[in-house]
């Protein structure tokens, strides 16, 4: 499940507020152990995304760097290469 977690930082434009989020419902998904919680667990599961998102928002506005923002297309673009090398079908 964490794989899915991207990085967030420094990108232009910045990380989206749904972006966090999502990233947040995956890192409570995996420490959980739950995709989906019970209806006896879904508030609790809900509270703990809402805090991870709100740290991880304020973590993502109090980094600094003199890195010039990355490229999303260019940094996909990486992804994909890496991808197809790492599951190239031998012959």
Do not use: W
């Not at 599961?45 to 709100?54: I, K, P």
């Amino acid at each position: 499940m964490c794989r899915n977690i991207r990085t967030l930082y420094n990108y232009d434009p910045r990380a989206t507020d749904e972006e966090v989020r999502a990233a947040a419902m995956q890192y409570v998904r995996k420490i959980s152990g739950f995709s989906r919680p019970s209806q006896a667990n879904a508030s609790a599961f809900e509270r703990a995304v809402d805090a991870v998102a709100h740290a991880s928002g304020e973590l993502l506005d109090q980094l600094v760097t003199s890195a010039s923002p990355r490229n999303r297309e260019a940094e996909a673009a990486k992804a994909r290469a890496r991808a197809e090398q790492r599951f190239a079908v031998s012959r």
